[in-house]
């Protein structure tokens, strides 16, 4: 008898199990059990406005005491202008660096209808955006106001551009065909910059143009023994003169700490080919080949012959702390800025408060402040060119003016000195949300 009880009892409650298990799914998928559930149960949508720029992201609960946020933040269009000033020769005094400034200018405008400025204006944007996934986390049960956020950011790390602006584009042009000719004429001390002669034009008798190798030369004279005696290098004595480098240059600040080079280095002036030809260096995807042309005579190492030979040997002291920082026109008449961070990934943490702004509740208004971490301080590089390498290829000096250098001018001085602020980023940041259920 017992034992009939103790069956029938079993069989009730098997037959009973499925019906519960099936009461409780169903109860699970009602909109009473999402509201139970600890995750999922909400989502809100919101706006921000910050440090970091405008933007947006999605939360919802993975807890009750967690939330997960994910969206997107980038900043404004933010622009600015850096100004740079030429510098005529090097290290002369201000009133003969304008006067050969004007002899120079004038010449420049009658060859190039165009008369160069003493000062080059450049045109830089910022442009900063990231992805965010935030947690916050409500350490106060029965405050839902308050929490703290951990998380990170990944976007960009180039950050900062900045390029000539058009209008001094024509001053760099000048600029730029002026040092073609500087470094012509030192480098072919009996010769002539433009050979009309070659072209079938007849000069008058009594007119030469050999002067202007003298005058570019003239132009580019300098006091003292700062730099290699250029004549010397070129295996020509002319009056023991030492010249600048560049008729022009782009003087950005000195040197905070001693320069080598990582590589040997030539002088860029070299002996070009009459007949130049193509040697191939590769193919394509589609096995097609890929030609590079040769410009330069080659001794027998395959190096190209420089007149003047080598610059800088691998490992030499090309610059001491305290050596002016100069940059000239690139093959495209062009100097640059950029500006990078380090970590693509860059970790937050921070702490947040908000209330509801509305009757339901159901619209909240917060403040986050925290720190994102950059992983070092940002950088901001500029290309100094030095020469050329041993396969003719130009050759920079990519020098960081936050760590590199010391007595900008004072509009670059005060773009680098709030860069130097940023290995920790400040974060403060509004946020209005909706919650959509």
């Keep these: 008898m017992v ?46 406005i910050g440090t970091s720029g405008l933007g947006f992201d999605v939360a919802f609960p993975m807890s009750e005491w967690a939330q997960l946020r994910v969206g997107g933040v980038w ?24 006067n050969r400034f004007n002899q120079i200018a004038d010449k420049l405008q009658g060859i190039l209808g165009t008369r160069p400025e003493l000062s080059v204006q450049m045109e830089g944007d910022v442009n900063m955006s990231n992805f965010k996934c935030l947690v916050d986390i409500f350490p106060i049960k029965k405050n839902r106001n308050f929490h703290v956020t951990v998380g990170f950011y990944y ?26 000719l500087y470094r012509k004429a030192l480098g072919d001390k009996d010769g002539i910059i433009i050979d009309v002669e070659e072209m079938g034009v007849t000069l ?28 010397e290098l070129y295996g020509r004595e002319v009056e023991n003169k030492v010249y600048s480098e560049n008729a022009f240059n782009v003087a950005i600040g000195q040197y905070s700490h001693d320069i080598v080079a990582k590589e040997d280095i030539y002088y860029d002036y070299t002996a070009e080919l009459d007949n130049p030809y193509n040697v191939q260096i ?37 610059h001491k702390s305290g050596d002016p920082i100069r940059m000239a026109p690139d093959e495209n008449n062009q100097i640059s800025v950029s500006g990078r961070g380090w970590w693509k990934i860059k970790p937050f943490v921070g702490v947040g408060y908000s209330v509801p702004i509305t009757k339901d509740r159901r619209t909240t208004l917060g403040i986050d402040a925290g720190v994102t971490i950059w992983g070092g301080t940002p950088a901001i590089d500029v290309k100094v060119p030095l020469g050329q390498d041993a396969t003719g290829n130009p050759v920079y000096n ?37 919650r959509l259920w």
């Excluded at 005060?414 to 920790?424: D, E, H, S």
Aim: glycine share 8%; proline share 6%; aromatic share 8%.
């Design 282 to 318: 590769g193919t394509d995807k589609q096995g097609n080949p890929i030609y590079r042309e040769v410009k330069y005579q080659t001794d027998e190492n395959g190096r190209p012959i420089v007149k003047g030979g080598i610059r800088y040997h691998k490992g030499e002291l090309m």
């Design 398 to 434: 990519t020098v960081n003016l936050v760590k590199d250098a010391k007595s900008m001018p004072g509009s670059v001085d005060r773009y680098v000195k709030l860069v130097k602020l940023l290995p920790v980023m400040p974060e403060i940041s509004i946020r209005i949300a909706q």
């Design 155 to 180: 976007g960009n790390t180039d950050f900062i551009t900045a390029v000539v602006s058009p209008y001094s584009m024509r001053n760099m042009t000048a600029i730029g065909a002026l040092n073609s």
């Design 3 to 48: 034992k009939k009880h103790i069956i029938s009892l079993i069989s009730c409650i098997l037959l009973a199990t499925p019906a519960m298990a099936e009461g409780k799914f169903h109860r699970f998928l009602t909109t009473q059990s999402v509201s139970d559930r600890k995750w999922f149960n909400h989502i809100d949508v919101a706006g921000t």
């Design 204 to 231: 008058p008798e009594g007119i030469s143009f050999e002067n202007t190798n003298k005058e570019l030369r003239k132009w580019g004279e300098k006091h003292g023994n700062t730099v290699k005696n250029w004549d």
């Design 75 to 98: 900043m404004p269009y933010i622009h600015f202008d850096p100004t740079f000033g030429i510098e005529v020769a090097e290290d002369l005094p201000k009133e003969i660096q304008g």
